[in-house]
């Protein structure tokens, strides 16, 4: 056992702020949505690196860490989408609180759905990213032949093809991707996140 | 927008190893399990000081921050609580592999539920901390006046008073309440999780 000559006995409980000035950053959700194939995962991924070089604590969250653990037990009806969403903002909402950026990647088709997670989230911890993209570049670019299997009629429900797809009405952050390379979707959501002093305690 | 010659792009993605690096400490889930009236959360918030004293990146999850949020929707019933129990090891399955330090206080009754978290997190990943008090003492501590209400038939279903608790059979770390302070459980975690690295990336 440790030497009781080391220990000082806190009053209070450890507090997000203690939390932020550890790790020198604010918590936050940045919460990218937008059609398949629009690189919602691939900007991430990408961010996720360029804020490990400066330092700061990240964590992804997409379908591949929560579909199969998390959202195993939902499937993809109205209300199974909703409740999939409503976990993954709550998840989203503890990692802020413990002080991490969370990189949220999720299509996320409907408005209500997010605006539930921003308003549960509160002012400044919730960043909406619209990764936009054409339904016509997203046909072409395909890279998981989904499209091609839910204009074939192979997969119901797929957003952009026989479900909706709501566009935000007021992203902090539009990125279009028809226009801009990953690599500057990244670069711009970091210089958000720089400038509105998430990347400081 | 930055500089572009500020950057540079990864190939890979960002690791649990790189997040443990960057943070100097292993992510773990430490699973404070218990009668009510225990200790638990007395136990996890001294910890969490200590921890924090130390520069650890430490997150308490419990009933507080549970049950209003992310299980909100969830009661009582048996497959309630299995479900809660199992939405709560997903989230510090995630912590643990953002390389966080959770501390878990939860009840957490059932055996069965606890070893599905335990085997969810794979080892190493998971240790179980059995918060233990004899009943009488925790009818006596009884702060919330929990007991009193369950023994007068006002709360149904409540450990220890008409619902089984059943004890770990394999917790890494037994910590007997009758005999020693809160003070000395928290400190008695604290060199476990130093003796076997987890201090360290």
Redesign the interface.
Known sequence: ??K?TN????DG??RRQ??QR??GQKGVTVWLTGLSAAGKSTIA??L???L??R?R?????DGD?IRH??NK?LGFSPEDRA?NIR?IG??A???T????IILASFISPYRADRDAVRV?LGAGDFVEVYVKVSLLTAQNRDPKGLYKKAMAGEIKGFTGVDDPYEEPTRAEITLDTDRLTP??SA??I??YL?DHGYLQA
């Open positions: 056992m440790l009781a220990i000082t006995w806190h409980q450890v203690d939390r550890l790790l991924c990408l996720e690196s360029l490990l070089e330092r604590h990240t964590y992804r969250l860490n653990g998390l037990n409740e976990r709550e998840v909402r503890l990692f609180d413990a002080g991490v549960n690599e500057q670069t711009e970091l210089a720089q």
